[in-house]
């Protein structure tokens, strides 16, 4: 079982920057690919960015350029850094993970709000 837990959400300014985090614990060998999606009112779930367990990266066309994601396996961690926020940005944001012992589990967090105000 894998927990994933959300932090770095909140209010900023059109053109701010958040960074936001994903700490997993629990039983974490095993956990390749990472993601981060997210979900405004009335629309869909998307996926912003992806980061393999190898490190390859993949975005989002809407945040290609200003959105990053990374991560440090060390501390079983995600990173999405996100500059020159837009009020389209506005929503909440999901941590997901691949984890792999075998078989292939998936996990989500509970998310995190980011609202970028105009």
């Known amino acids: 079982q894998v927990q994933l837990v959300e932090s770095g959400g909140g209010l900023v300014q059109a053109g701010g920057s958040l960074r936001l985090s994903c700490a997993a614990s629990?039983?974490?060998?095993?956990?390749?690919?990472m993601r981060w999606y997210r979900q405004a009112p009335g629309k869909q779930r998307e996926l912003v960015a992806a980061i393999t367990g190898a490190g390859t990266t993949n975005y989002a066309d809407s945040v290609k350029g200003r959105f990053t994601i990374s991560r440090d396996s060390a501390k079983n961690t995600v990173y999405l850094q996100m500059n020159s926020l837009k009020p389209e940005d506005t929503a909440v944001y999901y941590c997901?993970?691949?984890?792999?012992?075998?078989?292939?589990?998936?996990?989500w967090g509970q998310g995190t709000q980011v609202t970028v105000s105009s």
């Open positions: 997901n993970a691949d984890k792999r012992v075998g078989t292939v589990y998936n996990y």
């Open positions: 629990g039983s974490t060998f095993g956990i390749y690919d």
